[in-house]
């Protein structure tokens, strides 16, 4: 059983930054894909970024394009980021991370293709 945990969230004006990291608990074996999912107010969860198993392969949503940026401290992807830039009030909303032995990258973008959840962090964006 996988234990993931999100931090890093909070109130930042338009246009700020913010990090947000995710710790996967206990390390394992065969490293997994990680995915950053958000869910703003009533709307459905939506896809952010993955990273692959291995770190090669980074996949964006079209809206955080260019803004937000995924990646790894480690090659277990034990302990993953997001770096939310050029930030918008329409980026507000929960985002969790998830972790998957899906490859595919059309398949990563499903949330029903992931096997464990982080709790969520909050990211308000407002002026």
């Known amino acids: 059983q996988v234990q993931l945990a999100e931090s890093g969230g909070g109130l930042v004006q338009p246009g700020g930054s913010l990090r947000l990291s995710c710790e996967a608990s206990?390390?394992?074996?065969?490293?997994?894909?990680m995915g950053w999912f958000r869910q703003a107010p009533g709307k459905e969860r939506e896809f952010v970024s993955t990273?692959?198993?291995?770190?090669?392969?980074?996949?964006y949503a079209d809206s955080v394009k260019g803004r937000f940026t995924i990646s790894s401290a480690n090659t277990k992807n034990t302990v993953i980021y997001l770096q939310m830039n050029i930030l918008k009030p329409e980026d507000t909303a929960v985002y969790y991370c998830?972790?998957?032995?899906?490859?595919?990258?059309?398949?990563?973008?499903?949330?029903?293709?992931?096997?464990?959840w982080g709790q969520g962090t909050q990211v308000t964006v407002s002026s």
């Open positions: 206990p390390e394992s074996f065969d490293p997994y894909t």
């Open positions: 998830a972790a998957t032995r899906t490859q595919s990258r059309t398949a990563q973008r499903r949330e029903s293709n992931y096997e464990y």
């Open positions: 990273i692959s198993s291995d770190g090669r392969y980074l996949y």
